[in-house]
T-cell receptor, first 117, second 115 residues
Framework: DTEVTQTPKHLVMGMTNKKSLKCEQHMGHRAMYWYKQKAKKPPELMFVYSYEKLSINESVPSRFSPECPNSSLLNLHLHALQPEDSALYLC????????????????FGDGTRLSIL | AQSVAQPEDQVNVAEGNPLTVKCTYSVSGNPYLFWYVQYPNRGLQFLLKYITGDNLVKGSYGFEAEFNKSQTSFHLKKPSALVSDSALYFCAVRDRGDSWGKLQFGAGTQVVVTP
């Protein structure tokens, strides 16, 4: 069982829909991450939250909007997505916040598989 | 700048034989090095990491990795592979001198263990 929980596991949405992905961890980790992963490829970093503040945005299109309501929760709000946005979206957390040169590994959830019709 | 190379797209090995997955890296400073495994329809699972000290690092599920500074390599090894080790393996590096450094992943190596 993973310690990072992502919901839903699967999501199918049209290009005009609005939906949200949710990620939760109760390990007391101070950094949380969103990644996008295409099949058989490495994860691509999208956003990093450190101590509940957005610290890195990898030039992600505005149709993706992250939110960190508290230290345990991370959301990714989706609106007007394109077919090329279909992918596995992974959430991860690490003990140290970014900016501390962390050697701590990231712990990943099992992802949300997103399909855009 | 930092980069990671996994030269093999796929590694095929018979069950019971030794398994090696290769990784070489390039960073401007000293690296933190990680191995992750991804099973089908799952997220990435942390296997092991190198920070400092002993060049041979032991991790989960019987895996180990050898850090070689002169060859800038961090190869993953398992003495006796299991069919259940069939998965996608990622090497990753972070420059410890860059406090805001991102985790840089290699392209991944698919391991296929045949009975």
């Amino acid at each position: 069982d993973t310690e990072v929980t992502q919901t839903p596991k699967h999501l199918v949405m049209g290009m005009t829909n609005k939906k949200s992905l949710k990620c939760e961890q109760h390990m007391g980790h101070r950094a949380m991450y969103w990644y996008k992963q295409k099949a058989k490829k490495p994860p691509e970093l999208m956003f990093v939250y450190s101590y509940e503040k957005l610290s890195i945005n990898e030039s992600v299109p505005s149709r993706f909007s992250p939110e960190c309501p508290n230290s345990s929760l991370l959301n990714l709000h989706l609106h007007a997505l394109q077919p090329e946005d279909s992918a596995l979206y992974l959430c991860a957390s690490s003990q140290d916040g970014q900016g501390t040169g962390t050697s701590q590994p990231q712990h990943f959830g099992d992802g949300t598989r997103l399909s855009i019709l | 700048a930092q980069s990671v190379a996994q030269p093999e797209d796929q590694v095929n090995v018979a069950e019971g034989n030794p398994l090696t997955v290769k990784c070489t890296y390039s960073v401007s400073g000293n690296p933190y090095l990680f191995w992750y495994v991804q099973y089908p329809n799952r997220g990435l699972q942390f296997l092991l990491k190198y920070i400092t000290g002993d060049n041979l690092v032991k991790g989960s599920y019987g895996f180990e990795a050898e850090f070689n500074k002169s060859q800038t390599s961090f190869h993953l090894k398992k003495p006796s592979a299991l069919v259940s080790d069939s998965a996608l393996y990622f090497c990753a590096v972070r420059d410890r001198g860059d406090s805001w450094g991102k985790l840089q992943f290699g392209a991944g190596t698919q391991v296929v263990v045949t009975p």
